[in-house]
């Protein structure tokens, strides 16, 4: 069975059905996929301007709004210059 | 933990709701069930641009319906500690014995001296 539980405790990146891109500490989730997300930060990606870091705390993240969770390696993350980062923001799931 | 664990933890707490169409809600919670469908009190909603604002006494948010909420950073520490006192006393009712593993004396049987188990505690 495919399962969430290899990443309790771990950094991850979340991206949702609305283009939203968060990281946080994954510290707990059920059955439905929903997660809870501990010390979360949404990322804002633009073409013309660096990433922007937006902190939100403590987040529960509806499964179905769920399009993807991976775990961050956090040294090459480290290492990466958010703000010399430009690119165009993930568009939202479209139907039909 | 389980996010069902935290959202009823944050009962009488501030929180912010995002439905799926872009609405925020800001209130307290009041209840909750098992399928995220809540009660919050004291409520501020915005529109999706978030430029038009209402307030209203209550209302009542089909689970299906949320994104997501926020909750206070504090809860999680809150959740983790009740989790492991709870740990602990199903451990000790169940009659935990010292040296974990074979030593069958503590084990089964009813009655006899042993019964129970001293519980191993945490730590130490």
Redesign the interface.
């Known amino acids: 069975m495919s399962s969430l539980q290899g990443y309790v405790d771990r950094r991850v990146l979340l991206v949702?059905q609305?283009g939203r891109a968060i990281v946080g500490v994954l510290?707990?989730?059920?059955q439905k996929s929903?997660?809870?997300l501990?010390?979360s930060k949404e990322r804002v990606y633009s073409s013309d301007e660096g990433v922007e870091e937006i902190p939100?705390?403590?987040?529960?993240?509806?499964g179905?709004?769920i399009c993807l969770v991976g775990e961050l390696d956090e040294e090459i993350d480290k290492s990466v210059d958010l703000a010399t980062i430009r690119a165009e923001p993930i568009p939202p799931i479209r139907y039909g | 933990?389980?996010?069902?664990?935290?959202?009823t933890a944050a009962q009488n707490k501030p929180m912010l709701v995002e439905l799926?169409n872009?609405e925020t809600l800001n209130g307290h919670l009041v209840n909750c069930d098992n399928f995220?469908n809540i009660t919050l009190r004291e409520v501020y909603q915005t529109n999706p641009e978030g430029d038009r604002f209402w307030k209203l006494k209550e209302c009542y948010i089909r689970g299906?319906t949320?994104?997501?909420?926020?909750?206070?950073?504090t809860?999680?520490d809150v959740v983790k500690e009740e989790q492991n006192r709870a740990r602990d006393v199903g451990r000790n009712a169940r009659g935990g014995h010292i040296g974990g593993r074979g030593a069958p004396r503590a084990r089964g049987g009813r009655g006899g001296p042993m019964r129970g188990g001293r519980g191993r505690g945490r730590g130490a």
Do not use: H, Q
Not at chain 1, 27 to 30: E, I, N, S
Not at chain 1, 56 to 62: E, F, S
Not at chain 2, 66 to 73: Q, T
């Open positions: 949702l609305d510290a707990g989730f059920d929903n997660i809870v501990a010390d939100l705390g403590l987040y529960l993240v509806k179905e709004m | 933990m389980l996010p069902l664990s935290l959202l799926k872009g995220m299906s949320i994104k997501y909420l926020r909750v206070p950073d809860l999680l």
